[in-house]
């Protein structure tokens, strides 16, 4: 298994940066991702990278969020910036063992308790 924890959130203007972290521990995952959900909202994906280096965006991030990882310290990160006040939500990392289809939020089988990221006009 894998175990997640996720920290870095808080709360910002619109147009701030924020850049949340995910220490990993336990089995190798070769596929993590960024998701989140926002109050009334199903959770969404919202970056993903895998052990070949293949890295995806949901497109209304894309631009704005770079999700990369330090394999040395086992810690999964996603600079945010020019956030606006739709990036709102709790924002969860994701793994799942296998690298491939590092994107769909179904094949993810471990989840870190989420940090709440609060975007304001």
């Known amino acids: 298994q894998v175990h997640l924890v996720e920290s870095g959130g808080g709360s910002v203007q619109a147009g701030g940066s924020l850049r949340l972290s995910c220490q990993a521990s336990?089995?190798?995952?070769?596929?993590m991702g960024w998701f989140r959900q926002a109050p009334g909202k199903e959770r969404e994906g919202v970056a993903f990278?895998?052990?070949?280096?293949?890295?995806g965006y949901e497109d209304s991030v894309n631009g704005r969020f770079t999700i990369s990882k330090d394999n040395a310290k086992n810690t999964l990160f996603l600079q945010m910036n020019n956030l606006k006040p739709e990036d709102t939500a709790m924002y969860y990392c994701?793994?799942?063992?296998?690298?491939?289809?590092?994107?769909?939020?179904?094949?993810?089988?471990?989840w870190g308790q989420g940090t709440q990221v609060t975007v304001s006009s």
């Open positions: 336990g089995n190798t995952a070769n596929c």
């Open positions: 994701a793994a799942r063992l296998t690298a491939a289809a590092c994107y769909w939020q179904q094949v993810f089988a471990y």
């Open positions: 990278i895998n052990s070949n280096g293949r890295i």
